[in-house]
């Protein structure tokens, strides 16, 4: 349980609550000490913070559009209001930590680049940056990713970066970070590795947030403006690792009046033995540098999960939102696959918004939510769906 | 005296640890492999307890991990095993593995049935000091089990006499900072033990990663106490129809 007065910052060992830490082996000790004793300085420079706003505001887009969807809250009887990250450069909201990262990896003397992806985004967001700053840039994604987001796999390409296949295990995204963190401990002294989400090992699951946390910084200042009131009743995001939900929720972790709901994939069903809904079915445990829950046998093997969406299909999750579940501070619900694939329809259809299959999970719990008509609701819209259109094509039957 | 403190006090010079991944290569044949190692020479050895997700290792150690996974090998089944383990095998074994196996079986229990087999020590590579001295230490200790920290050549002078401070056993070098099984560049590696040696260091001192034959053993020894074997000696096992004589094989080869 979280004794301390803020679900925003881990202590100075990185936990939140009992969940964090930095699990790593010594051959990684002094590249996560030196990030974690320069992250917050390098941070509040003036000089990096300038860099920093003027790449989000020329480079990246922001800030993204808070819009009222009008039809879907006439349909679900609240006012609900999208945050348009699909609308930043690189079609996700990944591109707020990956350009905070590459700065920082700049002024940390680092020269190549290594990142894991899951669905893409975060490689293709990662290989973007690296362009911009003339950086070398290895791509870890696994083979069965590669297979399922080739489109994505070609931007990368396209922008220079080296992808790598991770053919171990479950051939995901949990295989493409053990990668990455392996090429790390082989070159430990020019690489930097930008991990895409809010997990890892002390300090990148609180970096990973303060980079996201844009998002919800810009949310209250422009809910204000529409509603003139700076606080949502709910914020709903979907969550693999959780960097869109931590960015989405950070400004109002704190806030116990906003009523906060990360929504798992629950891929056949959450009790089917094919899902990624790891608070519902994990365990306390440790992988990838950090405590947090996850999905094991009762031998404490990882089991590899399932989602129809490669962004969610993680086993673990940060741990921020590990607190926030094991508080109660946040609500847990979870889609399956199905139930994505027909919010996606539907979103398309009534607001002429084609959401990425991660986002579409969050769009499938608001009938669930039991609103009110005085309620206002942010919902994070993540990323856009034209990565997966190929799953859309075969799954929604769209070409005859 | 623990067996590895009285093996030391024994020999001090070219000791040889040999990994092997317990239930690799058949489920059965972590004891066979074993009193094998030690017949050949073999003066420590570290026994792996596979995992899904083992990050500090090469393709080659993780995928003998695989095979002992599919085998059907868990951390009850390796005790059930070893109960035998002190009727045939008398050198030092340490167990070697990931966190998160041992905290779903329980670090208490896993410490207690550890001792009750005869095992002298574990290396946790993803366990860190400050959980270590404020958590799970203290229960490690408690049952009499010595504790390996590793170490490499980018950690700090500070932070090695800390880490060799709260080792028991040995200090586990790692010769570069990379992952099991890779190669590199041995001239490097003496100036780190070189520097090491001067440390006048509380334990002693093995050196592992890139040990392969008799020349890298040799050479690892000069300035170290011995070496350990991993890799090399996994792909040694690759389809072996006799283990027996691939063992013997490979350890003629090295001492």
Redesign the interface.
Same mark, same amino acid.
């Given at each position: 349980m979280m004794k301390t007065d803020t679900y925003q910052h881990p202590d100075q060992?990185g936990y939140y609550g009992e969940f964090g830490?930095?699990?790593?082996?010594?051959?990684l000790?002094?590249n996560v000490a030196e990030l974690k004793a320069k992250y917050l300085e390098i941070m509040h420079e003036s000089s990096f913070q300038d860099e920093f706003q003027q790449l989000l505001k020329d480079y990246v887009g922001r800030p993204t559009p808070l819009f009222f969807a009008e039809r879907l809250s006439k349909e679900f009887g609240a006012s609900i209001f999208l945050k348009r990250e699909d609308l930043c450069h690189t079609g996700a909201h990944k591109i707020n930590n990956t350009i905070g990262q590459i700065l920082l990896a700049i002024r940390l003397g680092k020269t190549r680049i290594i990142a894991e992806t899951g669905a893409g985004q975060h490689g293709v967001a990662t290989a973007t940056v690296c362009a911009l700053k003339g950086m070398e840039c290895i791509v870890y994604m696994g083979e069965k990713d590669i297979e399922r987001q080739a489109p994505n796999v070609a931007r990368m390409r396209m922008l220079g970066a080296k992808v790598i296949p991770a053919i171990? +295990?479950s051939k995901t995204l949990?295989d493409a970070t053990?990668e990455a963190?392996?090429d790390w401990?082989?070159n430990?002294n020019d690489t930097h590795y930008i991990i895409g989400s809010v997990v890892g090992p002390h300090p990148y699951p609180d970096m990973v947030a303060r980079f996201q946390s844009v998002i919800s910084e810009e949310i209250r200042w422009q809910l204000k403006e529409k509603t003139g009131n700076e606080l949502p009743t709910h914020v709903v995001a979907c969550v693999g690792g959780g960097s869109n939900a931590a960015g989405a929720f950070y400004h109002f972790l704190d806030e116990l009046a906003v009523q906060l709901v990360a929504v798992e994939a629950a891929g056949h069903g959450v009790h089917s033995g094919m899902s990624a809904a790891t608070t519902q079915l994990g365990?306390?445990?440790?992988?990838?540098?950090s405590k947090s829950l996850?999905m094991?046998t009762?031998? +404490?093997?990882?089991v590899e999960p399932h989602s129809i969406s490669a962004g969610l299909d993680y086993p673990g999750v940060g741990p921020l939102h590990a607190n926030l579940f094991a508080s109660g501070r946040g609500l847990f619900l979870s889609a399956t696959d199905d139930e994505a694939l027909q919010a996606a329809l539907h979103v398309s259809k009534t607001e002429g918004i084609i959401p990425a299959l991660e986002t579409a999970h969050a769009f499938a719990v608001l009938g669930r939510m039991n609103l009110k008509p005085t309620d206002s609701v942010v919902l994070c819209l993540s990323g856009r769906g034209d990565k997966d259109l190929a799953t859309y094509i075969k799954e929604l039957k769209l070409v005859d | 005296m623990s067996r590895l403190k009285e093996l030391f006090v024994r020999k001090n010079k070219r000791v040889l640890n040999v990994y092997c991944t317990a239930g690799y290569p058949k489920l059965d044949s972590t004891i066979t492999v074993m009193q094998a190692l030690e017949s050949n020479g073999a003066d420590i050895i570290e026994l792996g307890m596979p995992y899904s997700d083992p990050l500090a290792d090469g393709p080659v150690i993780q995928a003998s991990g695989n095979i002992a996974l599919a085998n059907g090998m868990t951390i009850k089944v390796l005790f059930e095993q070893l109960k035998e383990l002190r009727k045939t095998v008398s050198v030092p074994v340490i167990l070697m593995g990931y966190m998160n196996p041992v905290l779903q079986y329980g670090l208490e229990n896993f410490c207690a049935e550890a001792a009750a087999v005869g095992v002298d020590g574990l290396i946790l590579p993803d366990l860190p000091e400050f959980e270590f001295e404020t958590v799970y230490g203290a229960i490690i200790k408690k049952h009499g089990l010595d504790f390996i920290f590793l170490v490499t050549p980018e950690t700090s002078e500070e932070r090695l006499k800390k880490l060799d401070a709260l080792s028991t056993g040995f200090l586990y070098a790692v010769s570069s900072s990379a992952t099991t099984g890779s190669d590199q560049d041995f001239n490097a590696v003496e100036k780190y033990l070189l520097r090491l040696q001067k440390m006048k260091l509380v334990n002693p001192v093995l050196v592992g990663f890139g040990i392969r034959d008799k020349e890298t053993f040799e050479s690892a020894s000069k300035y170290s106490n011995g070496a350990i074997i991993g890799t090399a000696f996994i792909k040694a096992l690759e389809n072996t129809k006799d283990i027996a004589l691939s063992v013997k094989q490979f350890l003629s080869g090295i001492i």
């Open positions: 060992q830490g930095a699990y790593i082996p010594e051959m000790h002094r171990s +295990g949990k053990n963190i392996r401990i082989n430990p365990k306390p445990g440790i992988l990838h540098g996850l094991q009762a031998d +404490g093997q990882v | -």
